[in-house]
């Protein structure tokens, strides 16, 4: 089991921080649902709860994409036995009809005046409901791990293409008794990820959509610097997502072929930049604008461009200092 131990560096003394207890089951699931980004950028809670064949699933997540994003929250240490349980959830959702799926999550929805279609149609994901078309990411999160859980998360993602993320949480109490939360994040990217039934898109595929939407030369362009910068780009069905190399599954930006009126849907993932990147969430801001969903024009696109070839130029200069 992974372990992580925290030290105060006072008046230059190191003071070990000490680990609390605290309910982290139940405190994790309320965190989570009112602010998901503890997880991942973007995700937005769309059940809580909710009754399944084989138990109750914790939370259901829609991301920036529109893959429902399958969280199964322990008290302890995450085992093998949870991937069976997330798994046996991620069966139960792909079997759903759309209407099982839609009465599932409608009383959470209703509770927090949120509306499926809406969240769908941002993502340009309505297709996401039907289960031929379902793309599922399945989340664990606990207080450390137990040998053998990354051996089978491992095999999952690269022989059967199931993408997981495993998180581990822990508290530390500070001596004013303030307590400090930390997080650990293993990501296990499927070697081919694949939907649950859907073939694979391909980014030629997006671009013949873009050309039939007459966004084609802006996402080609966006896809040239972000190559120049070194970003990876990954095609949905509707979007390009461009992620950090080190991590494909996660999104730093997202555009989409399809435009909203004559501009351009995108969402900014700024946490994500700085934590894949030696540089702040604010350093982000300034040279690409906020963080979160846009709809911006072809100037307000190269403007962005810019501030991210700008942002990647400090990135880089930082990094060369710190090699020297």
Same mark, same amino acid.
């Given at each position: 089991?992974?372990?992580?131990?925290?030290?105060?560096?006072?008046?230059?003394?190191?003071?070990?921080?000490?680990?609390?207890?605290?309910?982290?089951?139940?405190? *994790?699931?309320?965190?989570?649902?009112?602010?998901?980004? @503890?997880?991942?950028?973007?995700?937005?809670?769309?059940?809580?709860?909710?009754?399944?064949?084989?138990?109750?699933?914790?939370? @259901?997540?829609?991301?920036?994409?529109?893959?429902?994003?399958?969280?199964?929250?322990?008290?302890?240490? *995450?085992?093998?036995?949870?991937?069976?349980?997330?798994?046996?959830?991620?069966?139960?959702?792909?079997?759903?009809?759309?209407?099982?799926?839609?009465?599932?999550?409608?009383?959470?929805?209703?509770?927090?005046?949120?509306?499926?279609?809406?969240?769908?149609?941002?993502?340009?994901?309505?297709?996401? *409901?039907?289960?031929?078309?379902?793309?599922?990411?399945?989340?664990?999160?606990?207080?450390?791990?137990?040998?053998?859980?990354?051996?089978?998360?491992?095999?999952?993602?690269?022989?059967?293409?199931?993408?997981?993320?495993?998180?581990?949480?822990?508290?530390?109490?500070?001596?004013?008794?303030?307590?400090?939360?930390?997080?650990?994040?293993?990501?296990?990217?499927?070697?081919?990820?694949?939907?649950?039934?859907?073939?694979?898109?391909?980014?030629?595929?997006?671009?013949?959509?873009?050309?039939?939407?007459?966004?084609?030369?802006?996402?080609?362009?966006?896809?040239?610097?972000?190559?120049?910068?070194?970003?990876?780009?990954?095609?949905?069905?509707?979007?390009?997502?461009?992620?950090?190399?080190?991590?494909?599954?996660?999104?730093?930006?997202?555009?989409?072929?399809?435009?909203?009126?004559?501009?351009?849907?995108?969402?900014?993932?700024?946490?994500?930049?700085?934590?894949?990147?030696?540089?702040?969430?604010?350093?982000?801001?300034?040279?690409?604008?906020?963080?979160?969903?846009?709809?911006?024009?072809?100037?307000?696109?190269?403007?962005?461009?810019?501030?991210?070839?700008?942002?990647?130029?400090?990135?880089?200069?930082?990094?060369?200092?710190?090699?020297?």
């Amino acid at each position: 089991m992974n372990k992580v131990g925290l030290w105060q560096v006072l008046d230059g003394r190191l003071n070990r921080i000490q680990e609390s207890i605290i309910d982290l089951e139940k405190s *994790l699931e309320d965190w989570i649902s009112e602010d998901p980004s @503890l997880l991942q950028a973007g995700l937005v809670v769309v059940g809580r709860q909710i009754d399944m064949e084989g138990g109750r699933l914790d939370l @259901l997540a829609i991301d920036p994409q529109g893959r429902w994003t399958i969280i199964e929250i322990k008290k302890g240490a *995450l085992r093998r036995e949870t991937i069976a349980q997330v798994l046996d959830y991620a069966s139960c959702i792909a079997a759903m009809s759309a209407d099982e799926l839609r009465a599932k999550i409608e009383p959470y929805l209703n509770s927090h005046n949120l509306n499926l279609d809406s969240l769908l149609n941002q993502r340009d994901a309505g297709f996401a *409901l039907e289960p031929e078309q379902r793309e599922l990411v399945l989340v664990i999160v606990g207080t450390g791990r137990a040998r053998g859980l990354d051996r089978m998360a491992h095999f999952l993602a690269e022989k059967y293409g199931i993408p997981l993320t495993v998180i581990s949480f822990e508290v530390f109490a500070l001596d004013d008794h303030r307590q400090i939360l930390s997080r650990e994040i293993t990501e296990i990217e499927a070697s081919d990820p694949l939907p649950v039934r859907a073939p694979k898109t391909t980014t030629i595929q997006v671009l013949e959509l873009a050309e039939r939407n007459g966004t084609a030369k802006d996402l080609r362009h966006c896809i040239e610097i972000s190559e120049q910068l070194g970003l990876y780009t990954r095609p949905w069905k509707t979007c390009v997502m461009f992620a950090p190399p080190s991590n494909r599954a996660r999104a730093l930006f997202t555009i989409w072929a399809k435009p909203q009126g004559d501009s351009l849907r995108m969402w900014v993932g700024n946490k994500v930049f700085s934590e894949f990147y030696p540089i702040s969430e604010e350093a982000v801001s300034t040279y690409i604008g906020p963080e979160g969903w846009r709809v911006i024009t072809n100037q307000e696109l190269e403007t962005f461009l810019l501030g991210l070839q700008s942002l990647f130029h400090i990135i880089q200069t930082a990094g060369e200092e710190h090699e020297s």
